[in-house]
């Protein structure tokens, strides 16, 4: 009897513990500083308050910041959609541009446009001096759901360059390829001359890093494949839109990759290694070639130190023999579709926008693109240098370093710096830059097209399915399931069966109002 | 053991290429599953650059606990561990109590309207709520955040709930009548008369909750907003969905690289199987006997 009351009383404890235990505890916050609370998952990280830069920002704007986004979900999609579907949003949201300016027209975050005029000059400013820019941030009501995330556009368009072991190619006595037929003969004398020297074939031709399609996109590009994803599969030519695989190109791009593939000049593994394709392949001496971004990737040159005489180097563009550029990188867009919004639960939108009109601000924009003054950079004859603990830690790049401050963090309203990109890139990344600028080298993307919410969802359905019949039907055709040729017609029938035609028709009228646009 | 005795009684040719077949074919199965784990525990001990360039297969390569020391001073990598511990005895107790009290109540035959409560409980094994309004009722009942959101929101396996009912109807009521003469009440039957006579289901089933417990993750990450109340294995997907994201970060790998984000995951994930392969032969003993219960009653 006694023991049976002593086990009750356990369970009683057990569970008044539990509630007791949890209690959460409220924030303190100060009394005079208005709060404003923020949604924003970026690069994997849940947005911290205690961010230098952020710090930095809440000080001068005398406010307090609060993140409010779990921090255990560092999942950006599910993050958002468990937000928004509770209903618990905080003042400001970051997402995608295109989810937020959605959740605008629902009336889930307001419009900005009477507070940008009323107490937003620096954005004004930045609407006024940069037409181009600012023309992405009406939606098609003519209302501004959302500041993004901007690239220096006017400046700098350069996303993926193609590099090279140039000194393998200097040991082989080889010129830059500048065609198929010389990149196809350099690559062959390269794999089969062992430049590693390490006694075996173990050399990697084309490599590229990312999921399997991404992977495989980036190969493409260099055989003169346009970008073929959701929104961004389109081209323009002579004012009419085009689906990029339907290009002769790409049929050609595909053809050349499937037969490189089978020949080995493209890595057997292309579409297993994943994001650290780089890491593994550069590192270890066996990488001959492949698209990336250059600021990131030539900073492998360091490895210099490790594998005496390595040297990776841009090479131009391919050419496709009558002087016309054949390879089609990708290039940057005016912004990177990230963005943030004021919601509709937002208590003082005035004090929250006067905190994003900060950002557009000379003092604010050089915050978020050099970090801190004094810790991250300093200022040798008016121009941001980055310090040591930038250039120099001991634990990670100089990018990572930055952002860990909170610096070029890209999910707020902002506009980039390339002065930042100058501050750390490699020699070989600015060499690389200044090949890229000749003109004719890059082709501009589509621009972001604005849609009403039923075409744009019957478009997003459409695209979901076209995409996941491409991407298949490249990939068969690349690892050699499927003949180019022979199949080609079977690819055509599927993608128009998804109704390809219907998405163009779309695109047409969202590309032609983009052009009557102001 | 008991097969091998049918064995030896009818030695039929047959039987015994069927008793080899099998046995191969088990260990081939078993070597498919025992092999992710020996990779994990061959890669946290090795170098990051033989483990991105694939060259780990087996056995560790350059072998160094500098992943492990990264691991370790990763910030809240204790406190998560503690958690994880914490959300496992806490939960595996309410899990017990909850379950048997469902139990035994379901498996009494003058329980009025027994078949309708039976189905009601059994329905929620066949239509899920889905996650938004799970995730809504747990804010409305302000569960948000808190560690009993998890502990006693999922406080009850309608499965093990089943099994552990099956199994306490299968136990004689001549029992319960005797104990009924000599005074009992309904919570003497329970504790002097069924739990001791069910121990293996009771084993059984709360390992199966156990071992949930510690594995898992997704209403953790997505009840508790706060890192400091966070599993380890909420950490741990953390640390992958970050090895995910394409960033422009560069990680330079050679042979004085001391350990990677890979790496880090690999040791991240031994710590957090060591105590379940320490505890998995040690209850397992009670698991033979009890396994087969669902599956004779089922």
């Given at each position: 009897?006694k023991?049976?009351?002593?086990?009750?009383?356990?369970?009683?404890?057990?569970?008044?513990l539990?509630?007791?235990?949890?209690?959460?505890?409220k924030?303190?916050?100060?009394?005079?500083?208005?709060?404003?609370?923020?949604?924003?998952?970026?690069?994997?990280?849940?947005?911290?308050?205690?961010?230098?830069?952020?710090?930095?920002?809440?000080?001068?704007?005398?406010?307090?910041?609060?993140?409010?986004?779990?921090?255990?979900?560092?999942?950006?999609?599910?993050?958002?959609?468990?937000?928004?579907?509770?209903?618990?949003?905080?003042?400001?949201?970051?997402?995608t541009?295109?989810?937020?300016?959605?959740l605008?027209?629902?009336?889930?975050?307001?419009?900005?446009?009477?507070?940008?005029?009323k107490?937003?000059p620096?954005?004004?400013?930045?609407?006024?001096?940069?037409?181009?820019?600012?023309k992405?941030?009406?939606?098609?009501?003519?209302?501004?759901?959302?500041?993004?995330?901007?690239?220096?556009?006017?400046?700098?368009?350069?996303?993926?360059?193609?590099?090279?072991?140039?000194?393998?190619?200097?040991?082989?006595?080889?010129?830059?390829?500048?065609?198929?037929?010389?990149?196809?003969?350099?690559?062959?004398?390269?794999?089969?001359?062992?430049?590693?020297?390490?006694?075996?074939?173990?050399?990697v031709?084309?490599?590229a890093?990312?999921?399997?399609?991404?992977?495989?996109?980036?190969?493409?590009?260099?055989?003169?494949a346009?970008?073929?994803?959701?929104?961004?599969?389109?081209?323009?030519?002579?004012?009419?839109i085009?689906?990029?695989?339907f290009?002769p190109?790409?049929?050609?791009?595909?053809?050349?990759?499937?037969?490189?593939?089978?020949?080995?000049?493209?890595?057997?593994?292309?579409f297993?290694?994943?994001?650290?394709?780089?890491?593994?392949?550069?590192?270890?001496?066996?990488?001959?070639?492949?698209?990336?971004?250059?600021?990131?990737?030539?900073?492998?040159?360091?490895?210099?130190?490790?594998?005496?005489?390595?040297?990776?180097?841009a090479?131009?563009?391919?050419?496709?023999?009558?002087?016309?550029?054949?390879?089609?990188?990708?290039?940057?867009?005016?912004?990177?579709?990230?963005?943030?919004?004021?919601?509709?639960?937002?208590?003082?939108p005035?004090?929250?926008?006067?905190?994003?009109?900060?950002w557009?601000?000379?003092?604010g924009?050089?915050?978020?693109?050099?970090g801190?003054?004094?810790?991250?950079?300093?200022?040798?004859?008016?121009?941001?240098?980055?310090?040591?603990?930038?250039?120099?830690?001991?634990?990670?790049g100089?990018?990572?370093?930055?952002?860990?401050?909170?610096?070029q963090?890209?999910?707020?309203?902002?506009?980039?710096?390339?002065?930042?990109?100058?501050?750390?890139?490699?020699?070989?990344t600015?060499?690389?830059y200044?090949?890229?600028?000749?003109?004719?080298?890059?082709?501009?993307?589509?621009?972001?097209?604005?849609?009403?919410?039923?075409?744009?969802?019957?478009?997003?359905?459409?695209?979901v399915?076209?995409?996941?019949?491409?991407?298949e039907?490249?990939?068969?055709?690349?690892?050699?399931?499927?003949?180019?040729?022979?199949?080609?017609?079977?690819?055509?029938?599927?993608?128009?069966?998804?109704?390809?035609?219907?998405?163009?028709?779309?695109?047409?009228?969202?590309?032609?109002?983009?052009?009557?646009?102001k | 053991?008991?097969k091998?005795?049918?064995?030896?009684?009818?030695?039929?040719?047959?039987?015994?290429?069927?008793d080899?077949?099998?046995?191969?074919?088990?260990?081939?199965?078993?070597?498919?599953?025992?092999?992710?784990?020996?990779?994990?525990?061959?890669?946290?001990?090795?170098?990051?650059?033989?483990v991105?360039?694939?060259?780990?297969?087996?056995?560790?390569?350059?072998i160094?606990?500098d992943?492990?020391?990264?691991?370790?001073?990763?910030?809240?990598?204790?406190?998560s561990?503690?958690?994880?511990?914490?959300?496992?005895?806490?939960?595996?107790?309410?899990?017990?109590?909850?379950?048997?009290?469902?139990?035994?109540?379901?498996?009494?035959?003058?329980?009025?309207?027994?078949?309708?409560?039976?189905?009601?409980?059994?329905?929620?094994?066949?239509?899920?709520?889905?996650?938004?309004?799970?995730?809504?009722?747990?804010?409305d009942?302000?569960?948000?955040?808190?560690?009993?959101?998890?502990?006693?929101?999922?406080?009850?396996?309608?499965?093990?709930?089943?099994i552990?009912?099956?199994?306490f109807?299968?136990?004689p009521?001549?029992l319960e009548?005797?104990?009924?003469?000599?005074g009992?009440?309904?919570?003497?039957?329970?504790?002097k008369?069924?739990?001791?006579?069910?121990?293996?289901a009771?084993?059984?089933?709360?390992?199966?909750?156990?071992?949930?417990?510690?594995n898992?993750?997704?209403?953790?990450?997505?009840?508790?907003?706060?890192?400091?109340?966070?599993?380890?294995?909420?950490?741990?997907?953390?640390?992958?969905?970050?090895?995910?994201?394409?960033?422009?970060?560069?990680?330079?790998?050679?042979?004085?690289?001391?350990?990677?984000?890979?790496?880090?995951?690999?040791?991240?994930?031994?710590?957090?199987?060591?105590?379940?392969?320490?505890?998995?032969?040690?209850?397992?003993?009670?698991?033979?006997?009890?396994?087969?219960?669902?599956?004779?009653?089922?």
């Amino acid at each position: 009897m006694k023991k049976g009351y002593r086990i009750m009383l356990l369970v009683a404890v057990t569970f008044a513990l539990l509630f007791v235990g949890c209690k959460g505890k409220k924030p303190e916050v100060s009394a005079e500083k208005p709060l404003i609370t923020i949604h924003m998952v970026v690069n994997g990280m849940v947005f911290d308050e205690n961010w230098d830069v952020f710090k930095l920002s809440a000080e001068k704007n005398n406010v307090t910041l609060k993140s409010v986004a779990s921090k255990n979900d560092t999942d950006k999609t599910q993050a958002y959609n468990l937000m928004v579907a509770s209903q618990n949003l905080p003042d400001i949201i970051s997402y995608t541009t295109s989810d937020l300016e959605l959740l605008g027209i629902e009336g889930g975050v307001i419009p900005l446009n009477d507070l940008i005029e009323k107490y937003a000059p620096n954005i004004k400013r930045f609407i006024t001096e940069h037409p181009r820019l600012a023309k992405d941030m009406y939606a098609l009501d003519g209302k501004i759901y959302v500041l993004p995330c901007y690239y220096d556009y006017e400046n700098m368009r350069i996303a993926e360059v193609i590099m090279i072991r140039s000194d393998w190619l200097k040991k082989f006595n080889l010129p830059v390829p500048r065609t198929l037929p010389e990149m196809e003969k350099t690559l062959t004398t390269l794999l089969n001359g062992d430049p590693n020297g390490n006694g075996r074939k173990d050399e990697v031709g084309i490599f590229a890093r990312g999921n399997p399609y991404d992977a495989m996109r980036r190969v493409l590009a260099i055989f003169g494949a346009r970008q073929y994803e959701g929104a961004a599969s389109f081209f323009v030519d002579n004012g009419k839109i085009s689906y990029a695989p339907f290009d002769p190109t790409f049929r050609r791009a595909v053809e050349t990759a499937a037969r490189w593939y089978t020949k080995g000049l493209i890595d057997k593994e292309l579409f297993t290694r994943g994001n650290s394709a780089r890491d593994q392949l550069l590192s270890t001496n066996l990488g001959v070639m492949t698209s990336d971004w250059p600021g990131s990737t030539l900073s492998y040159n360091q490895l210099s130190s490790a594998i005496p005489g390595f040297e990776l180097e841009a090479i131009p563009p391919l050419e496709d023999g009558n002087g016309n550029i054949l390879s089609k990188l990708p290039v940057r867009n005016t912004h990177d579709e990230m963005g943030w919004s004021i919601s509709s639960k937002a208590k003082d939108p005035v004090t929250v926008i006067k905190f994003m009109d900060w950002w557009f601000s000379e003092e604010g924009r050089r915050a978020w693109n050099f970090g801190i003054e004094g810790k991250h950079y300093t200022m040798v004859n008016g121009k941001p240098e980055f310090t040591d603990f930038v250039m120099k830690n001991p634990d990670k790049g100089p990018l990572d370093v930055l952002r860990a401050a909170g610096a070029q963090c890209s999910a707020i309203g902002v506009h980039q710096d390339v002065n930042y990109e100058y501050a750390w890139i490699p020699e070989a990344t600015k060499r690389a830059y200044k090949m890229y600028s000749t003109p004719g080298y890059l082709e501009d993307c589509i621009p972001f097209l604005k849609y009403p919410v039923e075409e744009k969802n019957e478009f997003n359905k459409i695209m979901v399915t076209i995409n996941q019949t491409t991407d298949e039907y490249v990939q068969k055709w690349m690892l050699g399931a499927l003949d180019v040729n022979k199949s080609w017609d079977a690819y055509v029938k599927r993608v128009k069966g998804q109704e390809i035609d219907r998405a163009l028709e779309i695109q047409q009228k969202a590309y032609e109002r983009f052009l009557s646009s102001k | 053991m008991l097969k091998n005795k049918t064995a030896s009684i009818r030695t039929g040719m047959d039987e015994r290429v069927f008793d080899i077949l099998n046995i191969l074919f088990l260990s081939f199965l078993g070597l498919f599953f025992l092999y992710p784990i020996v990779y994990v525990f061959s890669a946290s001990l090795s170098k990051p650059l033989y483990v991105a360039t694939g060259s780990v297969i087996f056995f560790p390569k350059g072998i160094s606990l500098d992943s492990f020391f990264a691991a370790a001073k990763l910030p809240l990598l204790w406190r998560s561990y503690a958690n994880t511990i914490f959300y496992t005895a806490a939960g595996t107790i309410v899990n017990m109590i909850l379950t048997c009290s469902g139990a035994y109540v379901l498996s009494k035959s003058e329980l009025k309207g027994r078949s309708f409560w039976v189905l009601v409980v059994v329905v929620t094994m066949w239509f899920d709520p889905g996650i938004i309004p799970r995730y809504l009722n747990f804010r409305d009942l302000h569960l948000l955040n808190t560690y009993s959101s998890v502990i006693i929101g999922f406080g009850v396996n309608t499965f093990n709930l089943i099994i552990l009912k099956t199994f306490f109807e299968s136990i004689p009521g001549s029992l319960e009548e005797s104990a009924r003469i000599d005074g009992a009440n309904q919570w003497q039957i329970l504790r002097k008369i069924y739990l001791p006579l069910s121990t293996p289901a009771l084993v059984t089933v709360a390992l199966f909750y156990a071992v949930s417990r510690w594995n898992g993750y997704f209403w953790m990450m997505m009840l508790v907003t706060d890192d400091k109340k966070a599993p380890l294995q909420v950490l741990l997907k953390k640390l992958i969905v970050q090895k995910e994201i394409p960033l422009e970060g560069v990680k330079i790998l050679d042979l004085s690289t001391r350990y990677s984000q890979d790496t880090i995951i690999y040791a991240v994930i031994v710590i957090s199987i060591i105590p379940v392969l320490i505890v998995y032969p040690i209850v397992q003993r009670f698991f033979k006997n009890g396994i087969m219960l669902g599956a004779v009653k089922g």
